[in-house]
């Protein structure tokens, strides 16, 4: 071989495994990344005692995917696309690495009764499952004042 032809195997190697490197935690802090919908997005499980219920709520076929712009501690949520509609404004409290604890952003604007009624319960509790390829997988579970525990599984990821 060459010297030109190595040089290039070299930077090919270099560049694949640049591009092999796997997501971690850190890498879902900030950015820009998506929500993808699907049927297991409007699955709820309640906890209350000993019983457990699950619920769905209708999905709106109209949007394909949520757009979250990310900073470190806030993130607005575009639920049809950046700069339609009004846009979701939230705060987010790490509370490690992999965790953080959503609450709606009540100096943005006014919140409805759900988003109130949910920063009232001390907002939702995000924790990672897994990550895979551009994707995290995660629990998010808000327990009530009164006991109860609202949980769901979601994905977010990198654009």
Not at 28 to 36: E, H, L, S
């Amino acid at each position: 071989m060459n010297k030109p032809a190595i040089i290039i195997a070299i930077i090919l190697l270099v560049g694949i495994n640049i591009n092999a490197q796997e997501l971690t935690c850190a890498d879902f802090r900030t950015g820009t990344f998506y929500i993808p919908t699907s049927d297991e997005m409007k699955k709820y499980t309640i906890t209350s005692n000993d019983s457990i219920s699950k619920i769905s709520t209708p999905r709106d076929i109209t949007i394909n995917k949520y757009i979250v712009i990310r900073e470190e501690n806030s993130q607005i949520e575009w639920i049809k696309g950046v700069d339609i509609g009004n846009p979701e404004y939230e705060i987010l409290e790490w509370i490690d690495d992999c965790t953080y604890r959503l609450t709606y952003d009540e100096s943005k604007g006014a919140l409805s009764e759900e988003k109130k009624w949910i920063n009232e319960n001390n907002g939702i509790v995000i924790t990672k499952s897994r990550i895979d390829g551009k994707c995290m997988f995660y629990d998010a579970i808000m327990t009530t004042n009164d006991g109860r525990k609202i949980s769901q599984k979601g994905i977010i990821c990198a654009e």
